[in-house]
């Protein structure tokens, strides 16, 4: 399709061999911008005119309009001209002037044979053969183009010759008295002690711009490196290489790699490019041509410290900071057919250098929250739990949290190992300890050592009421299931919502009122509103008729009331009552301890360092995020999601949309990881040391071992009887 030029007086079109450029999209900030540019000389060019085939050719934009990297490999020979994009914010600022009316340009191609032998044997028989190029007086400032000696290995993509004084041409510009030849080339000889200018292409080729300047073109020779300058122009390319992080990266294909090399730079003859030394993600091109015996090598990234490809500890950091799981990550990459780092290079990196910078973030994250919390105040409000790494009671580890239910921040992460304790039940005892060292002394049981050892300091022990609420849940659905029982279902809602109430309605935490609270739902459901204990005489509630009475009262003295009597009057349980927390929950670490699965599913095993550092990841994690506020609409009303959990049974949940999540801790993460490195691999090895000694052995480590060949044979005996 002919894409032609919408510019005043402009002819020029892709079948021309001009560069045409599509109008950005509607919605782009440079959009009004070209349109404005049209309509100067275009008064009625509207907005509605432009679609997917309005262009503007080449001639309208200056050289800085192109991007400059894309230029220079085109000068160089390594681009296409079709290939050579616009920069971010180019816009159309050149109007050019109608074409003279001269049909030289549109000869057809006998004529131009024809024309091209009569002036090469004209031109043979002058002293001083060649091209000389003169300025047209009308010409608005092109300069001359330098010329060449044709030569027998020159490959000439066109000619282009005149003879007419109106006509001017930019490989070749001639008067009527002169006879001229210009020819277009890629090819150059590599022993040229001087490096020869950037071809000049005619209109009826690939011309680029009329109004590229080549005079300030780099030089260039076959034997330096080809790196680009430092120009003022690109600060932000300049400063990402100081960073491999920072900088994109992009799936490339080999055969497409290896293209790139099949062209000499230096006498453009054909090469082949070869891989050499692949290490993970790092390789290493060799290009050389055995015509001129150039030769280059290209490498993908850069190292850091000497001798570690940036990319592969980049990779390695990226799949720990992010939570996944490395076998299955390097699996999926192995599959895709992408070049990549092993698992074993994965746990070296881990074992050396990405553990030893998580364990740094989270201690300065500590340090914050601390220096926080002692500028704020008043104490601390801690929520405390322990989360075991498998069901039951055969746990290889067990880590104790500590959540600030005032900043909702994790402050203290403690990962048991089952070997250090007498049993894995112990293990949340074990971890308290730990956390209270952060704080002060620590001993015996949980309940018995916090309130005789912390009771003179002002701490008080509180229960979470979603504990307690979900097995007295557990013993309801039990009991309702007993014969004449059924009631007891429809009535647990109500219980469990009359136990919130009970902790909510005694902001004091009077354990007698909370007591006496609790016993009054025993009468309450027989249809007895007045109590007989001083603390809670009579029910809160209006006088409950018609609509008010959704479900029907228990008899007094049946099995569903005498069931619910022997449920809710548990010894054990009034005394977790009487504990129940007033104002604050531990639901913030309930979410915490569901983020740790996505860090560290409980189906796969860990180390003990490998435990750890996932653990206080899901701590950054939940510093970052657990104080996110609630999404928006474009009208500024809160979102909302309803939802059906699995524990309502069929019931209904309405639940905020938060706003989305930030990695920004792993973002830093990534940054400390390469400077850590680059300051001094060993340190990060050191540290790495200090860990690994503070850890405990494996749990295998106790066991005796026995040699596998003994193994094996004593296993194919066992199972030889079977053999037939």
């Known amino acids: 399709m002919v894409n032609s030029c919408v510019c005043f007086g402009c002819n020029n079109s892709n079948l021309s061999g001009h560069r045409v450029h599509r109008f950005p999209n509607k919605k782009h900030k440079d959009f009004r911008a070209w349109i404005r540019f049209v309509q100067a000389k275009r008064s009625n060019f509207a907005t509605s005119s432009v679609t997917r085939h ?53 000869e057809s191609a006998p004529r131009k044979r024809e024309l091209c032998t009569i002036l090469a044997e004209s031109a043979a028989s002058k002293e001083g053969a060649g091209a000389t190029a003169t300025s047209d007086p009308g010409d608005d400032g092109d300069g001359d183009i330098s010329t060449m000696e044709p030569e027998q290995e020159v ?7 005149s003879i007419r004084c109106l006509h001017r041409s930019l490989a070749v510009q001639v008067k009527p008295q002169m006879v001229d030849v210009g020819t277009q080339t890629e090819r150059f000889e590599h022993h040229r002690s001087t490096p020869l200018a950037s071809p000049e292409q005619s209109d009826d080729e690939c011309s680029f711009s009329d109004n590229i300047n080549h005079s300030g073109d780099m030089s260039w020779s076959p034997g330096e490196e080809m790196l680009s300058e430092p120009s003022e122009e690109e600060p932000e390319e300049l400063e990402s290489l100081s960073d491999p992080n920072a900088v994109d990266k992009f799936i490339v294909c080999q055969r497409q790699l ?9 006498c453009c003859g054909e090469t082949q490019g070869h891989i050499m030394h692949p290490e993970g993600t790092f390789i290493k091109v060799k290009q050389a041509c055995r015509t001129c015996g150039y030769e280059r090598y290209w490498q993908n990234q850069e190292k850091v410290h000497r001798n570690m490809p940036a990319c592969n500890l980049l990779l390695s ?40 910078t998580i364990v740094q973030a989270w201690r300065k994250e500590q340090r914050g ?5 002692k500028e704020t105040g008043g104490g601390l409000i801690l929520s405390g739990d322990c989360r075991s790494d498998s069901p039951g009671h055969c746990a290889k580890y067990g880590s104790y949290s ?36 952060f704080l002060m002394d620590q001993d015996m049981q ?20 979603w504990h307690i609420g979900k097995s007295i849940q557990k013993a309801l659905d039990a009991a309702a299931k007993e014969r004449d029982c059924e009631d007891l279902k429809l009535w647990r809602p109500a219980i469990i919502n009359h136990l919130y109430w009970t902790a909510a309605s005694t902001p004091t935490g009077d354990p007698d009122e909370m007591e006496a609270k609790w016993q009054s739902m025993i009468n309450h459901v027989q249809d007895i509103h007045e109590h007989s204990t001083p603390a809670f005489t009579s029910c809160a509630h209006p006088p409950l008729e018609g609509e008010a009475r959704d479900k029907e009262w228990l008899e007094p003295g049946s099995p569903a009331a005498t069931k619910l009597e022997s449920v809710a009057a548990r010894k054990a349980l009034v005394k977790d009552i009487r504990q129940l927390s007033p104002q604050h929950q531990t639901f913030s670490l309930e979410a915490y301890h569901s983020l740790i699965l996505h860090f560290a599913p409980k189906h796969t095993g860990f180390s003990f360092l490998g435990m750890y550092s996932r653990l206080l990841l899901a701590a950054l994690h939940f510093n970052s995020n657990g104080n996110r506020d609630v999404a928006r609409t474009s009208e500024g009303e809160a979102r909302y999601a309803v939802r059906y959990p699995r524990f309502r049974k069929g019931g209904w949940v309405v639940h905020p949309i938060k706003e989305k999540p930030s990695y920004g801790y792993a973002t830093n993460l990534m940054v400390s990881l390469v400077e850590e490195y680059c300051k001094s691999p060993q340190a990060l090895q050191e540290s790495s040391a200090v860990l690994s000694s503070a850890a405990p052995p494996p749990l295998t480590s106790s066991l005796q071992k026995v040699a596998k060949d003994e193994a094996v044979s004593l296993h194919l005996a066992r199972h030889s009887r079977f053999n037939i």
């Open 369 to 373: 929250i601390i220096r926080e919390l």
């Open 317 to 356: 950091g990226a799949i720990h900071f992010s939570g996944c799981m490395a076998t299955q990550t390097i699996r999926m990459l192995k599959l895709f057919g992408l070049q990549c780092i092993s698992p074993g290079t994965f746990f070296r990196h881990q074992r050396y250098y990405t553990i030893p």
């Open 54 to 106: 309005t262009v503007v050719c080449e001639k309208h934009f200056t050289p800085d309009s192109y991007n400059q990297g894309d230029l220079m490999e085109f000068r160089m020979g390594f681009r296409r001209k079709e290939w050579v994009r616009l920069a971010n914010g180019a816009v159309p600022s050149v109007h050019a002037s109608p074409p003279a009316k001269s049909g030289g340009s549109r």
């Open 402 to 437: 500590l959540i600030e239910d005032r900043i909702n921040k994790v402050l203290d992460v403690q990962l048991v190992q089952s070997s250090e304790v007498p049993s894995s039940s112990w293990c949340e005892l074990e971890g308290l300890k730990r956390s209270m060292q």
């Open 155 to 161: 490959v000439h993509r066109g000619s282009q010759c």
């Open 446 to 465: 949980v309940a018995k050592w916090v309130r005789e050892q912390m009771c003179s300091e002002g701490t008080r022990h509180f229960f979470d009421v």
């Open 258 to 266: 290896l293209s790139l090399f099949t062209v000499c730079p230096a």
